[in-house]
């Protein structure tokens, strides 16, 4: 099989940390293996919760990486001004959103400016540098892998100046139905009239979609009936298996009778903790003081923190650390807890607590992907993660099981093993080069000379 050129469009890449920059980064490693040649175009500037400079040290020295300036503000600053434009947070009772009418105008201006998000500012040099790159690498196809969701307005001006370029969109989150709600930067009538253009312009001008949960591409092939059901194509996120240590069977219980919990991951819109710290109040005394939360990551907003903190000595929060720590930490939990509100999107944290072999304690949605998952591959219990009492029950009884690994705990190993990052990375690359064969044979039958009509 002929190498393949391809151009992966990242906003987020190594040394940028975060569960956000793994799907490109396990790409980035494991593609030339599979034939394809690699280029890596990224922001030098990305905004991100944190730096994690041992995942540069996995991208093989074959693939060339392209680093770009960006107009978008760092992390630290953009929350600070988020916090500011959000004006005075509203008391318990009052309708949310009604803070100063100065910080509320202000903040409508900014949230109907920077759209589909603040990375937009990165569109004019991103496209610059693509149309270079596609150009002095033979670039055969462009992989453009979304959020931030501003990157897809790239589709549509690579296709004007290359018509038939394979162009392939991927989608790590499905946008307009839940992530624009939960996590959107915006979510006034402008941005989604923009995300509904935006996304609109992308399917039609691409070659393929992909999603990363069945449900998630659904979703968006349901919003085009128009375009062939071939276009839209599923690669789920997965685990490395090369940096967790799978969990032993029948651990033994530690005698200080002490049920450690671990989060790992971003406590942001998708994943607040309000409904779980409500649950863990209400719990007897003699149970609440058994469990220890760690969690372990960014928490964006103060209010979650607040909440969070209000746990008292129940719960520690240990901030952003590089990935490798993060899954070390699991090795000494007895429970991953895993917060989603979302129906459609499984985050990346998912996968490596299965891979990682230890019990979930869920708090997901009742309708969710998440939780068809954690049944079907019998990785742990769950509860609505908006249902008070169901989370309670969820803890009294992880409590009547005590520490280590309890031995109703049987995962499903033959279907965990499917979400290895090594053989989905195999999987996706020789997606890539079946789309890029469809797209030559396209071109060239269109290309190829009409017989000549008869002449009456």
């Given at each position: 099989?002929?190498?393949?050129?391809?151009?992966?469009?990242?906003?987020?890449?190594?040394?940028?940390?975060?569960?956000?920059?793994?799907?490109?980064?396990?790409?980035?490693?494991?593609?030339?293996?599979?034939?394809?040649?690699?280029?890596?175009?990224?922001?030098?500037?990305?905004?991100?919760?944190?730096?994690?400079?041992?995942?540069?040290?996995?991208?093989?020295?074959?693939?060339?990486?392209?680093?770009?300036?960006?107009?978008?503000?760092?992390?630290?600053?953009?929350?600070?001004?988020?916090?500011?434009?959000?004006?005075?947070?509203?008391?318990?009772?009052?309708?949310?959103?009604?803070?100063?009418?100065?910080?509320?105008?202000?903040?409508?201006?900014?949230?109907?400016?920077?759209?589909?998000?603040?990375?937009?500012t990165w569109l004019p040099v991103l496209y610059r540098a693509s149309r270079r790159?596609?150009?002095?690498?033979?670039?055969?196809?462009?992989?453009?892998?979304?959020?931030?969701?501003?990157?897809?307005?790239?589709v549509k001006k690579l296709r004007k100046e290359f018509p038939h370029l394979a162009?392939?969109?991927?989608?790590?989150?499905?946008?307009?139905?839940?992530?624009?709600?939960?996590?959107?930067?915006?979510?006034?009538?402008?941005?989604?009239?923009?995300?509904?253009?935006?996304?609109?312009?992308?399917?039609?001008?691409?070659?393929?979609?992909?999603?990363?949960?069945?449900?998630?591409?659904?979703?968006?092939?349901?919003?085009?009936?128009?375009?062939?059901?071939?276009?839209?194509?599923?690669?789920?996120?997965?685990?490395?298996?090369?940096?967790?240590?799978?969990?032993?069977?029948?651990?033994?219980?530690?005698?200080?009778?002490?049920?450690?919990?671990?989060?790992?991951?971003?406590?942001?819109?998708?994943?607040?903790?309000?409904?779980?710290?409500?649950?863990?109040?209400?719990?007897?005394?003699?149970?609440?003081?058994?469990?220890?939360?760690?969690?372990?990551?960014?928490?964006?907003?103060?209010?979650?923190?607040?909440?969070?903190?209000?746990?008292?000595?129940?719960?520690?929060?240990?901030?952003?650390?590089?990935?490798?720590?993060?899954?070390?930490?699991?090795?000494?939990?007895?429970?991953?807890?895993?917060?989603?509100?979302?129906?459609?999107?499984?985050?990346?944290?998912?996968?490596?607590?299965?891979?990682?072999?230890?019990?979930?304690?869920?708090?997901?949605?009742?309708?969710?992907?998440?939780?068809?998952?954690?049944?079907?591959?019998?990785?742990?219990?769950?509860?609505?993660?908006?249902?008070?009492?169901?989370?309670?029950?969820?803890?009294?009884?992880?409590?009547?099981?005590?520490?280590?690994?309890?031995?109703?705990?049987?995962?499903?190993?033959?279907?965990?093993?499917?979400?290895?990052?090594?053989?989905?990375?195999?999987?996706?690359?020789?997606?890539?080069?079946?789309?890029?064969?469809?797209?030559?044979?396209?071109?060239?039958?269109?290309?190829?000379?009409?017989?000549?009509?008869?002449?009456?």
């Open positions: 099989m002929k190498a393949l050129n391809v151009l992966l469009v990242s906003y987020s890449f190594p040394p940028v940390g975060g569960v956000g920059v793994l799907r490109a980064a396990s790409l980035a490693r494991y593609f030339p293996a599979e034939n394809i040649r690699l280029d890596v175009l990224t922001a030098r500037n990305a905004s991100a919760v944190g730096a994690d400079p041992t995942l540069l040290n996995e991208i093989p020295p074959e693939v060339t990486v392209h680093r770009t300036v960006t107009l978008d503000l760092p992390f630290g600053i953009k929350k600070r001004i988020k916090r500011l434009i959000a004006g005075v947070k509203p008391s318990a009772g009052k309708i949310a959103g009604t803070g100063t009418g100065k910080a509320s105008f202000l903040k409508r201006v900014v949230q109907d400016v920077l759209l589909p998000d603040p990375q937009v790159i596609v150009k002095e690498r033979n670039i055969e196809l462009v992989l453009i892998t979304v959020p931030p969701f501003s990157s897809t307005l790239l162009i392939v969109v991927d989608f790590r989150d499905e946008w307009l139905s839940t992530t624009i709600d939960l996590v959107g930067y915006s979510s006034t009538t402008r941005a989604r009239t923009v995300a509904r253009e935006a996304e609109a312009a992308a399917v039609h001008h691409a070659t393929a979609v992909i999603a990363v949960t069945e449900a998630a591409r659904r979703q968006i092939r349901s919003r085009y009936p128009q375009q062939p059901d071939g276009k839209f194509r599923l690669i789920p996120n997965g685990f490395d298996a090369t940096r967790l240590r799978r969990a032993a069977q029948a651990a033994e219980p530690r005698g200080d009778g002490r049920i450690l919990v671990s989060h790992i991951g971003t406590v942001y819109g998708s994943t607040e903790p309000t409904s779980l710290v409500e649950a863990l109040e209400s719990l007897p005394p003699e149970i609440k003081s058994r469990f220890k939360l760690r969690f372990i990551g960014h928490v964006e907003e103060p209010r979650f923190r607040e909440a969070l903190l209000g746990l008292g000595e129940m719960v520690e929060l240990l901030g952003f650390v590089p990935q490798h720590e993060a899954l070390a930490a699991m090795n000494e939990t007895d429970y991953v807890l895993l917060i989603s509100h979302d129906p459609l999107n499984v985050g990346a944290k998912f996968y490596d607590y299965v891979g990682g072999g230890k019990p979930i304690l869920g708090t997901v949605h009742t309708e969710g992907e998440i939780r068809r998952l954690m049944e079907a591959w019998r990785v742990g219990w769950w509860a609505g993660s908006r249902d008070i009492e169901g989370i309670r029950q969820l803890f009294i009884d992880a409590a009547s099981r005590g520490n280590g690994l309890p031995a109703s705990f049987q995962p499903d190993l033959a279907k965990i093993a499917q979400y290895e990052r090594k053989p989905l990375a195999k999987r996706y690359a020789q997606l890539l080069h079946s789309i890029h064969e469809e797209a030559d044979d396209s071109t060239a039958e269109a290309r190829a000379p009409q017989p000549a009509g008869k002449i009456g």
